[in-house]
């Protein structure tokens, strides 16, 4: 019986009704979240003295120093990220300048995106500032797609962070309505395609020299050019306008790279009151197991390791992880394997997602 292997898984806005349209597997929901002010964000939680004070952060380029991020009250006085902050200044004398760090910005979005794993197993970056969440089926446990949105966006908020949050039935719309939306914009699925139209060009994630080229011949909303022939529109704008236009409307399938792909055996198990006890861990690990058995008994295999991943409502992880000798797919025998290991979890403020992955199985 060897080990088997499988493959890694690839105020509220309301805008239309459900539809049951199936083009492009329109049964998938996608998350975008869009950090505004990730970096200076960053800084105010760790110098809360920076928080009422209009600043930068800069990085040399070419023997000047150009801005790359700017706090909100830095951009109220027409502040931008590539601004020389010589001319910043001009602005705002007072303006405080801060070295930025090398790929900082990337591995902060990378911890955001493994925090949103509480939320979804399925989640990607998008550079430079936001991120992407599979949400089919995941709503269901906040009461629904509204509440599910509410719920991160008021998460992300408390924890200090500016951002903008969208739910669409394709990639390319929800990173548009979370960039040009309000805070929070759920666009009901089948009507993506409506929610698009008063858009500007740059909503569909256009490079700057084709988007000046579109505002420059008229062309200021997707409205004003998604009905011309696709044609005329490749020979004057190329393929590229054509490629982001039909990814946003669903009619191309757009992949991307989660930054932990889940197992392909694994059950989750969100709370919705935080588990502070021992009592409630083990109930917790006991459905867990329970139903991640039901299923490899079904595909034919057992478990030779697992592990249990418990995520704190402060943010850290807690894990344990246990062998076996032979293939099982038993929760009673699997639970006597857990049960000495659960005393080292520390739940501290409360356990509010338990996740529980099979990352080796064999056939029974």
Not at 139 to 152: D, P, Q, S, T, V
Not at 192 to 212: C, G, I, N, T, Y
Not at 304 to 331: F, N, W
Request: glycine share 8%; hydrophobic share 45%; aromatic share 8%.
């Amino acid at each position: 019986m060897g080990s088997r292997s499988f493959p890694a898984y690839p105020e509220i806005t309301s805008i239309g009704i459900r539809s049951s349209s199936n083009r492009l597997g329109m049964g998938q929901r996608y998350l975008c979240i869009w950090f505004s002010h990730l970096m200076t964000d960053w800084l105010v939680l760790r110098r809360p003295e920076l928080k009422n004070v209009p600043f930068v952060v800069a990085a040399p380029d070419h023997g000047r120093l150009i801005i790359t991020a700017a706090n909100h009250l830095a951009y109220d006085h027409g502040i931008f990220p590539g601004m020389a902050s010589a001319d910043a200044k001009a602005l705002i004398p007072q303006l405080k300048v801060i070295d930025a760090i090398p790929g900082k910005q990337e591995r902060l979005l990378k911890a955001l995106a493994i925090w949103c794993i509480r939320y979804t197993p399925i989640v990607a970056v998008q550079s430079p500032d936001g991120l992407l969440l599979s949400a089919e089926g995941c709503a269901h446990l906040w009461g629904g797609e509204a509440g599910y949105l509410k719920e991160i966006y008021d998460r992300l908020t408390n924890n200090g962070y500016h951002v903008q949050v969208a739910m669409a039935d394709t990639i390319g719309a929800a990173w548009a309505m979370s960039r040009f939306g309000l805070n929070i914009t759920l666009v009901e699925s089948g009507k993506h395609s409506q929610a698009l139209l008063d858009l500007p060009p740059a909503a569909l994630r256009l490079e700057q020299p084709l988007v000046l080229k579109l505002q420059k011949l008229g062309f200021r909303h997707i409205k004003s050019f998604i009905h011309i022939q696709r044609s005329a529109l490749r020979r004057r704008f190329g393929t590229s306008l054509l490629e982001r236009l039909d990814q946003a409307l669903g009619s191309e399938i757009e992949s991307f790279i989660p930054v932990s792909p889940p197992e392909p055996f694994h059950e989750r198990l969100p709370c919705l009151e935080p588990v502070r006890t021992a009592a409630g861990i083990e109930i917790a690990i006991q459905k867990l197991l329970e139903a991640l058995c039901k299923r490899m008994q079904k595909e034919g295999v057992g478990v030779r390791s697992a592990i249990l991943k418990c995520y704190r409502l402060d943010g850290k992880l807690e894990q344990v992880k246990i062998g076996t000798g032979v293939a099982s797919c038993s929760p009673a025998h699997l639970f006597k394997l857990f049960e000495p290991k659960l005393e080292t979890i520390e739940p501290d403020l409360g356990i509010e997602l338990f996740l529980l992955e099979a990352d080796r199985v064999e056939d029974l």
